[in-house]
Structures are given as structure tokens and as C-alpha cells.
């Protein structure tokens, strides 16, 4: 009994020992398996035939002893595609307002041509700051309001308005390109542009910014690029003067900056009429503000007559001009009190009082409109009243909110 009972005692030992080696063979195997593994470089999977097991089958069982199959490495994800650097939107500047006068130019006493002859000495029924004025029926041509309409003067950057006539009338392609050149810069007022030498635009593009903005670069460019040359162009715009019956006027250059540009207040009623005929003179000049492409950078013009704005005006056409020789100038095709007028002042001493004389005139001429502007600006005014006086109430409680919690800390 007990031999056998020893017997089987030896056989379980034997049974139990082989297991224990064995395992720790497979341990052993599994460990280098791993370790070559990790020395190996990694190869990527080969592609599994449509006749193998797919990869995510269970493994089929190994032999005893024999390590485990290391799992295949699943395969490097697609590279995310390279994102591609966005535009980033151009600068825009605005461009400062033409046909105004230098810091200097404000404080020292005017110069004109006019208070030289003491036109603004000139009483009118109005009362205008402008040396000369002229208001003419678009229609009828009757004189509506006229002071010293005969008065021959400087007259600036209204010239531009002819200069839009000719180029209009001459139905040259408004698409060609035009370049700014050394020719173009203004050596005589040194005036500042922003549209540097070697600009490219399109005829079009120069002529709106002529109009709209009185860009001078741009328009001496447009008489500059005339298939006869700049000179041919100036006698294109006299030769146009005289057609249309505007005996007391001369034009030296394409841009006004030249005092030797003159005419008078009658015979810019004329060159009005003839301009506000042509849709794309009354369109660019009346545009309110315009973008320009300028390469690195993005150039906003604005409208140099303010009125343009004015939600009280119905402008047709428009141009202003300012030289010191000239004054603050402007003509305008518009709109009164259902009446189709031309608008003509020479001479004011500046910009406010240039659209000052316009509104005094609109007035006078629709006095109901004068009326309904001035009770609007009154409830402007008492509303901005109002909120200054709520204003200076929370101030006050908020100080004597303050000074109760003093006194109530200092207890």
C-alpha cells in the first residue's frame, strides 16, 4: 500500500514538473520573440490574400510548446492633407479729401482772385460767403438767383468737368490701361496723390477717380494718354467751350491746379447742362466712396462735396475745386422743390461755408424743407440734451452713492 501510495506521489511530480517547464519555455520563447521584435525596424504588413483569414479572425490554435504568432501591426494612418494658407485680406486706407486747404492755408488771410477785386464785398439778397453764385432752371435756362455771374475767376478743379466731357464724347475704350508716370506728379502746388508713379488703371477707373474724388494724377493722365497727345487734348477742351457758347472761359491743363483756368459763373451753368447729359459723368460724380485696388494695399476714396451725403440733397451731378486763387468752389445739377436746377458758387472762404451758401439757397427756394430740417434738428437737439442731463443725474447718484458708503465706513 504503501509503495503504491509513493508511486503515484513521484508520477504527479513528474506530470507537474514538466508543466512548470514547459510554461517557462513558452515565457522564455515569448520574451526573445519580443525582444527581436523591438531590434527589428518595422516592416509594414503584407496585404492579406482574398483566400487567407481576414485579420481580425481569432488565431487558429498552436501547437503545444510553440510561441504565439505576434498580431500583425495594423497599417500608418493617411498624412492629413497639407492645409493651404488662406489670403489674408488687404489693408484699406482711406485717402484723405481733395480740393481742400492746408493747415497754413486756414489761418493766413485769403488770397483769392476774387477778394483781390473785392467781389465778396458783393451784398446779396442771401447773404452768401461765396464771391459769385449763379442758380439757373436746367430748362428753361432762367435766372433763379444770380451775384456777379459775369465775374471771370479761377476755377480750379471744376475744370475736371470738362474733362470728363471730352473724354466721354470721344467714346475712347474706357477698359484700356493707363499708367501714372513722372509726367503726372504735380510740380506746381506739389499737391499730394496717393496713386504713385507707376500705377496701372483702367481710363474708367481714372476718369471716376478724376470726377468723385478730383484725383489730380488721374486726370492729367487722362488728357496726358488723348491719341493726340496732352496738348491736342487742351484744345479739345476749348474747342468744346466754344461750342457750347462759353465765351469767358480758357483751360490751360486737364486738372485746374493752373490758376490760368478761368471762367465764370454763367458759363458754368453751360458746361453743367452738357456734362449731366452723360449718364457716366453724373454716376462717377456723384459716387459717395470707391475702392481702389492699389496692389499691396486697398485705397478708399470719398466724395469731396459732403452734400452727396446729405439725405436732404438730390444731386444730379457735381464737382467741386479749391486752389487758394480760386476759393472753394462747386457745381451742382439738382433737385429742388421739384425743380431742375443748376447750382454754381465761386469764391467761399471754405467747405462749411461753401455748403452753407448750397443750403441757404435750398432754403430759400423750398422753404417747407427749411422748416422740417429745422424741427428735426430741434429733436436731435433736445434728445442729446436729454441724454446728457440722465447722463450727469447717474453721475451725480452714483457720487452720492459714494460718499454715503465713506460715512457709513468711517462710523
Known amino acids: ?13 513528474a506530470v507537474t514538473g514538466a508543466a512548470v517547464w514547459q510554461a517557462a519555455g513558452r515565457k522564455a520563447e515569448a520574451r526573445l520573440t519580443a525582444t527581436e521584435m523591438a531590434r527589428a525596424p518595422l516592416q509594414p504588413p503584407a496585404p492579406t490574400p482574398a483566400t487567407e483569414m481576414p485579420l481580425l479572425a481569432p488565431p487558429a490554435t498552436a501547437a ?11 497599417a500608418d494612418p493617411a498624412p492629413a492633407p497639407t492645409a493651404q494658407p488662406q489670403p489674408q485680406p488687404q489693408k484699406v486706407e482711406d485717402v484723405d479729401v481733395a480740393d481742400t486747404e492746408s493747415t497754413l492755408e486756414r489761418v493766413l488771410p485769403r488770397r483769392s482772385a476774387a477778394h483781390a477785386r473785392g467781389l465778396h464785398k458783393t451784398e446779396d439778397a442771401l447773404g452768401l460767403g461765396s464771391s459769385a453764385a449763379m442758380v439757373v432752371d436746367a430748362a428753361s435756362r432762367q435766372v433763379v438767383f444770380s451775384k456777379n455771374e459775369e465775374a471771370v475767376l479761377p476755377i480750379a ?31 506746381e502746388r506739389h499737391s499730394r496723390s496717393r496713386l504713385k508713379v507707376g500705377t496701372v488703371l483702367t481710363r474708367d477707373e481714372a476718369l471716376r477717380l478724376a470726377l468723385m474724388s478730383s ?36 483751360y490751360v491743363d486737364p486738372t485746374g491746379l493752373s490758376s490760368g483756368n478761368r471762367s465764370s459763373a454763367r458759363d458754368l451753368t453751360a458746361l453743367a447742362v452738357a456734362a ?15 475702392l481702389f485696388d492699389a496692389g499691396p494695399k486697398t485705397l478708399r476714396y470719398n466724395n ?19 486752389i487758394i486763387e480760386a476759393g472753394h468752389c462747386v457745381v451742382m445739377r439738382t433737385r429742388v422743390a421739384g425743380r431742375d ?3 454754381v458758387l465761386l469764391d467761399a472762404s471754405d467747405n462749411t461755408s461753401r455748403s452753407a451758401d448750397a443750403d441757404r439757397i435750398r432754403h430759400w427756394l423750398d422753404p417747407q424743407a427749411a ?21 450727469a443725474e447717474r453721475r451725480a447718484a452714483a457720487k452720492a452713492e459714494g460718499g454715503r458708503v465713506r460715512r457709513t465706513f468711517s462710523r
Do not use: C
Open 1 to 13: 500500500m504503501r509503495t503504491t501510495t509513493f508511486a503515484l506521489a513521484l508520477l504527479l511530480a
Open 64 to 74: 503545444m510548446g510553440a510561441a504565439p504568432a505576434p498580431a500583425a501591426l495594423p
Open 157 to 187: 478743379s471744376l475744370t475736371k468737368l470738362m474733362t470728363g466731357l471730352v473724354v466721354a464724347e470721344a467714346r475712347l475704350p474706357m477698359d484700356e490701361a493707363i499708367t501714372i508716370t513722372d509726367d503726372d506728379v504735380d510740380l
Open 215 to 250: 484725383e489730380n494724377r488721374a486726370a492729367h493722365a487722362l488728357g496726358r494718354t488723348w491719341p493726340q497727345g496732352l496738348a491736342a487734348f487742351v484744345a479739345a477742351m476749348n474747342a468744346k467751350a466754344r461750342q457750347l457758347g462759353m465765351t469767358n472761359t480758357s
Open 276 to 290: 449731366s447729359r452723360h449718364e457716366i459723368l453724373r454716376a462717377y460724380s456723384t459716387t459717395q466712396q470707391h
Open 304 to 322: 469731396s462735396n459732403r452734400l452727396v451725403k446729405n439725405p436732404y440733397w438730390d444731386i444730379a451731378l457735381q464737382k467741386t475745386g479749391y
Open 341 to 343: 436746377l443748376v447750382m
Open 371 to 391: 422748416l422740417a430740417e429745422r424741427e428735426a434738428a430741434s429733436r436731435v437737439a433736445s434728445k442729446a440734451e436729454r441724454k446728457l442731463a440722465r447722463r
